[in-house]
């Protein structure tokens, strides 16, 4: 079977790695191709090198050539399966299979839907957007969100309700599990990896920071990754003087292997679908505090595996983490928790598995 994976870009992100990750294990058994619409990306070195990458090169916003492109590999390279990868290549794509009868196509939502703004105009051009869609859903075998949460926005926003729609939860190569029973040391160490972005809102996981430092100094935090929102954060965290107790280490490609190095996972966003990075933090036997907004609850059992607040909320934040820091004996419960829930459910082999039967399936 020759499966042809269409995404915008390999840049590092969550939906990407899923990407990588679901290629380099389809191609055990498949030939497998990658068209990359819009940028490269470095996830690129990480592919497996007998999987063939097209990159169109296309620019931004909607651009009409690329069904055409998509037609030309899928008719070279004889394949079976288009499986395309959020929004921004969902109508392009979807156009490209109505001129592919016999290829079945497979959409995979990772998020929510992209902001268009206010105003008028932005109503407009997402419910024409929408209403495209949802025609075009037709063409899709199957249409999958990652989450239960994001099933439901799909249904709400864009009215796709019936059992074409399924979730398939991200799912990730283990990585190494390290048992907290044998840390020994005094310092709570907390860490996040990810984008340093608005919708991250990492200001209130360091404005909670702040208030727990009150209760214990020997507290640190460290943020792994890069985004518009750094020097924004970094001029918080000076001007709170706690910069003893907050480091930036930008954007680490080795992050998950540094997770070995912390206690606690944290997250803050407003928005989440399923974090890779949550994920990769469980396998390792870490125990999180989050947010509870999106597919987090889906991730994060409460009070089990980690600890949810509610969206914005400051006081909840800091509780929580004064929580791990007074309670010691959570993390290593907490962690031991996480890493079986994530062998349970977010464990590579399952997903592999949902895919490969939706590849193959008659129905």
């Not at 156009?95 to 929510?112: E, Q």
């Not at 100094?217 to 890069?226: N, V």
């Not at 992050?255 to 890779?276: H, K, N, P, R, T």
């Amino acid at each position: 079977m020759h499966i042809l994976h269409v995404i915008e870009s390999l840049e590092f992100g969550g939906a990407e790695k899923v990407v990588v990750h679901l290629a380099n294990r389809l191609i055990e058994n498949n030939q497998i191709s990658i068209c990359l619409t819009k940028r490269e990306g470095p996830l690129v070195t990480e592919l497996d090198q007998n999987i063939k990458v097209y990159f169109l090169d296309a620019g931004e916003g909607n651009n009409w050539s690329i069904p055409r492109q998509i037609k030309n590999i899928v008719t070279e390279n004889a394949v079976d399966v288009i499986h395309s990868h959020n929004w921004s290549v969902y109508l392009e794509t979807s156009i490209a299979a109505l001129l592919l009868p016999k290829v079945r196509l497979i959409h995979t939502i990772h998020g929510k839907y992209m902001s268009y703004g206010s105003g008028l105009a932005s109503v407009l051009k997402i419910k024409i957007r929408h209403f495209l869609e949802f025609i075009l859903s037709q063409r899709s075998f199957k249409i999958i969100s990652v989450s239960d949460s994001i099933k439901k926005y799909i249904g709400r926003e864009i009215g796709i309700w019936d059992k074409k729609c399924m979730t398939i939860r991200n799912g990730i190569k283990p990585i190494a599990f390290l048992d907290k029973t044998k840390v020994t040391q005094s310092t709570t160490r907390f860490v996040t990896v990810g984008r340093l972005a608005r919708v991250k809102n990492q200001k209130l996981m360091i404005l909670a920071f702040e208030n727990a430092l009150i209760e214990n100094k020997s507290i640190s935090l460290t943020l792994i990754g890069d985004g518009p929102e750094r020097e924004n954060l970094e001029q918080l965290v000076n001007q709170l003087k706690i910069t003893d107790h907050v480091n930036f280490l930008g954007f680490r490609d080795d992050a998950s292997q540094l997770l070995a190095d912390y206690d606690v996972f944290l997250l803050s966003s407003d928005y989440e679908g399923v974090s890779i990075a949550l994920l990769e933090a469980m396998s390792s036997g870490m125990p999180a505090i989050s947010t509870d907004v999106g597919g987090i609850s889906e991730t994060i059992v409460d009070s089990k595996t980690g600890l949810l607040v509610s969206q914005g909320d400051l006081s909840g934040y800091t509780s929580a983490m004064v929580k791990f820091i007074n309670e010691k004996d959570m993390i290593d419960s907490m962690g031991k928790a996480a890493n079986q829930f994530f062998l349970n459910n977010f464990h590579e082999d399952l997903v592999i598995e949902q895919y490969h039967l939706i590849y193959s399936s008659n129905e």
